[in-house]
């Protein structure tokens, strides 16, 4: 059974800091992971997709990679700003045909000016 | 582009009454349809997923169910509400046969009473 971990569970960084997010699975037979970001009381957005054959991922400041072989991935994110203050979760899709995806609990992630 | 609708937004309704959620997606065919439950302390559970019209899995025996009745409708039901059914409910929708994106709707809070 896929479990998917997120540490930590909360961090708190001051502006303009580089800082990375981990996430971890124990089976490594994933179609893709998927990095999301997710707002108090607001639904889930899209950051980041990478597939099981791909290594990284950019968009802006953030970068995702992903190591199948260890079971991990991390997002990195540059220049931390107030705005990216939120809830980021990480999740990855079993190789099946049902792209149904297995969440970690979280990084609440707080940039303080 | 796409869009995904849920509503309602929020939902207050007393133990033992029926419940009805809406999720419609826009501007995309054959979608995969999820739902997935995030309560308090426990993450994002997917609950029922669907590959095509009258075509529902379900992930986690309770008692809730799901229907799509057409191909950009999913619809989240239970006939008597429990006190353990409250938390935020969300849909999402993917396109398996290109990438596996999954996209996700703004929720719907819901408090039983």
Redesign the interface.
């Given at each position: 059974k896929q479990e998917v971990t997120q540490i930590p569970a909360a961090l708190s960084v001051p502006e303009g800091e580089n800082l990375v997010l981990n996430c971890s699975f124990t089976d490594s037979a994933i179609?893709?992971l998927?990095w999301?970001r997710q707002d108090p009381?607001?639904?889930?957005?899209?950051l980041l997709?990478i597939?099981s054959s791909q290594r990284e991922q950019t968009s802006g400041r953030l970068n995702a990679s992903l190591d199948k072989s260890s079971g991990r991935s991390t997002l990195y994110i540059a220049a931390s700003q107030p705005g990216d203050s939120a809830t980021y979760?990480c999740?990855v899709?079993g190789s099946s045909?049902?792209?149904?995806?297995?969440?970690?609990?979280?990084t609440t992630l707080q940039v303080k000016p | 582009s796409q869009t995904i609708h849920q509503w309602p937004a929020t939902l207050v309704q007393p133990v033992g009454s029926p419940l009805s959620l809406e999720c419609t997606v826009e501007g995309t065919s054959n979608p995969n349809l999820y739902w997935y439950r995030q309560a308090a302390g426990r993450g994002l559970q997917l609950l029922f997923y669907s590959v095509g019209i009258g075509q529902i899995s379900s992930e986690v025996p309770q008692n809730l169910s799901a229907s799509r009745p057409q191909d950009r409708q999913f619809i989240l039901s239970s006939k008597k509400l429990l006190l353990s059914d409250s938390g935020f409910y969300l849909c999402a929708w993917s396109r398996l046969a290109i990438d596996n994106e999954q996209f996700f709707g703004p929720g719907t809070r819901l408090t039983v009473l």
């Open positions: 179609y893709n998927q999301f009381g607001k639904g889930l957005t899209s997709l597939q979760l999740a899709a045909n049902t792209g149904k995806l297995i969440f970690g609990q979280g | -």
